[in-house]
């Protein structure tokens, strides 16, 4: 078959249960109940990129779906965070951008979604003073203002937030110290397992392409032993088997890609040719990426606004 359905309510699927978690146990598909989540001790890492859109119903029915799941998965105990790609307020990341367009839906105070958001700045974010308003808006959440990059755990994991605006339009001096910093981050990490998401890909299949900007971050990521990597930018859902920075599957040391720039912004298509190592392209879908992050691997599916749950996928970690 081609995908699963969930019932409407999604929530549903994701019903609260206060169960005591195992240690080391397989994680279940990234949409099973949360009664199931909190039995595996995995934690819930859920989020997606490109979102707050003045005019359009999707990023409110992505934030409602992120809400559903987080507040079920937070009364059955599972550690909970959410997080985005980049791209939070669109056009141009301005206050009032912020305050009209991503407020009513993933900003909303009523919704789980600000208490635990963990967010990282995109290139619309950025046209705003370098990103000014979005660091006023986010706060401390958000990272050191102007810089916008900084890490933390999630349950067994190492999760690492990062500024890829600044690779592409910050100075040398800014590129070589998140650089610097993000090698000394992974060598002082505790955890084996590691997730860094950031907005720009450095491998795409759609609008804007491939990046090369990103490769050297790439490679420290993939020395750094990094097991997942999520982005933004393009406007649809991409996953792509373990890639080393030269572009070449490596089922051994690469690292998966999962790009999920479908928060709420206008929805945009696939090239023709696939960018080498695309395992798996959804297009014309608003939804969200649910990561379940285990002690020793991690399960991914893509969730959209109608229900429907894509691509259920996963790997150990390195």
């Known amino acids: 078959m081609r995908r699963a359905t969930c019932p409407p309510l999604v929530c549903a699927l994701f019903f609260a249960a206060a169960c005591k978690p ?142 890829s605006e600044m690779i592409v339009k910050g100075s040398a001096n800014e590129i070589r110290e998140q650089q610097e910093w993000l090698a000394e981050d992974l060598r002082n990490r505790s955890k084996r397992c590691t997730l860094a998401y950031f907005h720009h890909p450095l491998f795409s299949s759609g609008a804007h392409g491939s990046n090369r900007l990103m490769r050297t971050l790439w490679e420290i990521l993939s020395k750094g032993g990094v097991d997942l990597v999520l982005n933004g930018h393009e406007h649809h859902y991409e996953r792509f088997l373990p890639m080393n920075a030269a572009g070449v599957v490596d089922s051994v040391n690469g690292m998966e890609e999962i790009i999920v720039g479908t928060g709420g912004g206008g929805l945009t298509g696939i090239r023709s040719r696939l960018a080498p190592g695309s395992a798996r392209q959804i297009q014309g879908r608003w939804g969200i990426l649910i990561a379940l992050l285990g002690s020793e691997e991690y399960r991914t599916s893509f969730l959209d606004v109608d229900g429907n749950v894509w691509d259920p996928s996963g790997r150990k970690c390195h």
């Open 22 to 163: 195992a240690e080391n146990v397989t994680p279940p598909e990234a949409h099973a109940p949360a009664s199931l989540v909190a039995l595996s001790g995995a934690a819930l890492f859920i989020g997606a990129g490109d979102i707050g859109v003045c005019g359009s119903r999707g990023d409110e029915r992505t934030a409602h779906l992120v809400d559903s799941v987080l507040k079920a998965d937070s009364a059955a105990g599972v550690p909970t965070a959410a997080f985005t790609t980049g791209d939070n307020a669109y056009p141009s990341g301005l206050d009032r951008h912020f305050v009209r367009c991503f407020s009513p839906s993933w900003g909303d105070p009523k919704k789980r979604i600000m208490k635990v958001l963990r967010p990282t700045i995109g290139n619309h974010d950025y046209q705003s003073a370098r990103g000014a308003a979005y660091y006023r808006y986010f706060g401390d959440r958000a990272g050191p203002a102007f810089k916008g990059y900084y890490s933390y755990d999630l349950g067994d994991w190492h999760i690492v937030a990062l500024n």
